[in-house]
């Protein structure tokens, strides 16, 4: 702290009356002192910063905060108002105002020790004394923590009042207060210590909250948060323990510890990577200055839904890097969960543009792909135009597919850093006709590229500038040369034999191939297999003009994908009384589902009895991928069920081939559970919800 703050820094008589007036002339000493290079810029940085939330704090606290290009060094300045300067705190104007100005590439050190300040602003004899030093020289010691708050008071004769007109105490209460910088003890410690105690005594442990706190910036509400819940779960004998996601990175708590959480509090204004981790439990989620100004109702609220056994919803597993970090994972996981990245990002630009392109042949008949560009002829009333228009803006979507898919399999290797060289190697594939197989080096070269980079150590001074020039420069050019000259040419040469393969399957071949497509595609519901199966149709059909046999082998795939829900919701119409009353409900719901192509229907089925569904659901798979493929059933569509049979090639006996799978399906679960003995009405619920939770929370996230 000693480099970013001194006495210069200080105004113990800040006469401004707004927090921009205050923030321009807490800056103006930065600038004097060469810290800042562009006054206007860097406030218009602050202004911008300020406009996402208000920085005021609740006990007479402003921390106005921004990144800036215009900061050449992480700097702090210190401020005072008699009168007090409004930053939107909800119980008044501030009288202590701290202006943290951070470079743009500000390295995890500095960021460290502003956060160190953060959480000292929680701490009330911190924030007495700097209200009672009469000297710029002692505040900025006090600051830095080169003196504590309780030399900083003895310093200050007893009874001054502080700018805030309040009688200095913390002479008198700092033999009984605790110096978190130093981990002296306080009496709050002790009574918790007490009644943790007490509770271990009589048997029962303290309850326990697992916490996450961020924000835009990263620096100080972050952190803020953290300790002001931390301080107010100590108080009321909770163990409180806090994930903070702030600039300076993260350390994800041990499942341990979430797994024996009672209760989770979000506190964040940013979303909580990896938050899948805490479903299942009680859970209150708030804004970061929540954390901050109310801690004690945030624990109680938590508390409260415990008791009334109000607990999340799984939520969708956020990308691999944010549910990476468990040391125990073996290579091929996490190989998995890389390569599921890719695919979960590369879905959505797939089903739009596959749809527009899809709408387009629909709309202006299948020559729209030889139509000349919307912008130079487009005539608002033929039906022939929008074709052409719909047509080339899903082209230009499917454009996205593979850069997409390489950039954020290297993002799930290496995070940000590895977006760059993912994208430049995707957009290379494309270039050289390496196609997905491409994609899919490019994504994993990226990635160990620049985790590579990352392992290297160098100089503190060009930390800064690694994340934004260096490493995407040195790892873009490797990527570039690997993927031209090195291995381009061979995966060009293996995704066209793939291609020409594909081409080239007929009659027996093709409908073997719809088999496994239909089996893959009832195996795991959604999870990897299924997203593989579908990747693999997708993959043909992401050209504007994709063959026959890609065609076919959407279409077989899409009807797989739609068998199992429709089967779990046809058999617990037929034969109600083999099922819950949990399931019968499910099983209303899956119509919609399955018609839909949403194969995630019959989870609650599969979930709740396995050995019988799955293998079922797979038969009748694979019954409807092979007799669509027989059938020569095309779809240029990569989504949308039974809202997309117009678009479909022979559709009629499509729809038989569906129709087959489900009747299979259906007949062969009403065999297996009509063997079983027949458990009471209404039991069995609780697990299957349970297990349905579970499935549900493992998954990836994927429409198919």
């Not at 006469?15 to 060469?34: D, F, I, N, Y």
């Not at 993912?422 to 080096?441: E, K, M, P, R």
């Not at 290297?456 to 000259?485: C, D, E, Q, T, Y």
Request: glycine residues 12%; charged residues 15%.
């Amino acid at each position: 702290m000693s480099e970013m703050i001194t006495a210069d820094l200080v105004d113990l008589d800040l006469s401004a009356e707004t927090k921009e007036a205050a923030a321009r002339a807490l800056a103006e000493h930065m600038v004097t002192l060469g810290r800042v290079t562009d006054l206007e810029g860097f406030l218009a940085d602050v202004a911008a910063r300020e406009a996402q939330m208000p920085t005021g704090l609740d006990g007479g606290i402003g921390i106005p905060h921004c990144r800036s290009e215009h900061v050449t060094e992480p700097t702090l300045g210190f401020g005072r108002s008699a009168a007090g300067i409004d930053f939107g705190a909800p119980d008044g104007p501030a009288d202590l105002i701290f202006l943290i100005a951070a470079p743009a590439g500000a390295d995890d050190a500095h960021l460290t020790i502003l956060s160190s300040l953060a959480r000292q602003l929680m701490n009330a004899e911190f924030t007495s004394a700097l209200r009672a030093v009469d000297d710029a020289a002692a505040a900025a010691a006090l600051i830095r923590g080169d003196e504590s708050p309780a030399a900083a008071a003895s310093t200050v004769p007893e009874g001054t009042e502080s700018a805030d007109g309040s009688k200095n105490s913390v002479a008198v209460s700092a033999a009984a207060s605790a110096d978190t910088a130093t981990g002296t003890t306080s009496d709050t410690t002790d009574t918790t210590s007490d009644t943790t105690a007490d509770a271990g005594a009589s048997g029962e442990r303290p309850f326990r909250i697992v916490a996450v706190t961020s924000c835009p910036t990263g620096i100080a509400h972050t952190y803020m948060a953290a300790e002001s819940l931390e301080n107010a779960g100590r108080e009321a004998g909770v163990e409180v323990v806090v994930e903070t996601q702030g600039s300076a990175g993260f350390t994800r708590l041990d499942p341990a510890v979430i797994a024996a959480a009672d209760g989770v509090i979000f506190a964040h204004d940013v979303p909580v990577r990896d938050k899948d981790r805490f479903a299942g439990k009680p859970t209150v989620d708030v804004g970061v200055k929540a954390g901050i100004n109310k801690p004690a109702e945030l624990i109680t609220e938590v508390r409260g839904k415990a008791a009334r056994g109000e607990v999340s919803a799984g939520s969708a597993p956020g990308t691999p890097v944010e549910r990476s970090g468990d040391s125990a994972e073996g290579y091929g996981t996490k190989l998995r969960k890389w390569l599921m990245s890719g695919v979960s990002y590369m879905v959505p630009f797939v089903a739009a543009g596959g749809l527009l392109i899809a709408l387009g042949f629909a709309i202006g008949g299948y020559t729209v792909n030889k139509a000349p560009s919307v912008m130079d002829h487009f005539v608002w009333t033929q039906a022939d135009s929008w074709g052409a228009l719909l047509f080339q803006i899903g082209v230009v979507s499917f454009g996205f597919l593979v850069p997409v898919l390489a950039g954020y399999i290297a993002y799930g290797m290496a995070d940000r850093p590895g977006l760059v060289p993912g994208f430049v190697g995707g957009a290379i594939s494309l270039t050289i006709n390496a196609g997905f197989l491409g994609g899919l080096a490019a994504g994993l070269i990226a990635g160990g590229v620049v985790i590579g980079i990352q392992k290297v150590k160098i100089p503190a001074a060009l930390r800064g500038v690694m994340p934004v020039v260096v490493i995407p420069l040195i790892s873009a050019a490797i990527v570039g040369f690997l993927m031209f000259v090195v291995i381009g040419k061979p995966i060009a040469s293996a995704q066209k034999g793939m291609t020409d393969w594909l081409n080239g399957l007929t009659g027996t071949n093709a409908v073997l191939l719809g088999a496994l497509l239909g089996l893959m595609m009832c195996f795991d519901l959604g999870g990897p297999v299924n997203k593989v199966a579908y990747t693999f149709a997708t993959a043909g059909i992401a050209v504007a003009s994709p063959s026959d046999s890609a065609m076919k082998i959407m279409a077989a795939v899409m009807a797989a994908g739609m068998v199992p829900p429709l089967a779990m919701a046809l058999a617990t119409t037929v034969r109600g009384r083999l099922f819950t009353q949990t399931e019968r409900e499910n099983g209303k719901a899956a119509w919609v589902l399955g018609a839909s192509f949403i194969s995630e229907g019959a989870i609650p089925f599969a979930a709740a009895d396995p050995l019988r569904v799955i293998p079922s659901a797979m038969v009748g798979g694979a019954v409807t991928g092979s007799l669509s493929m027989a059938f020569g059933a095309t779809l240029r569509a990569p989504h949308g069920g039974i809202f997309v049979v117009p678009l479909i090639g022979n559709p009629f006996l499509y729809l038989i081939a569906i129709a087959a799978g489900v009747c299979v399906t259906t007949a062969l679960v009403v065999v297996l559970k009509g063997m079983r003995k027949q458990a009471p009405e209404g039991t069995g619920a609780g697990v299957a919800d349970t297990a349905i939770a579970a499935k549900v929370d493992s998954k990836e996230p994927v429409a198919a």
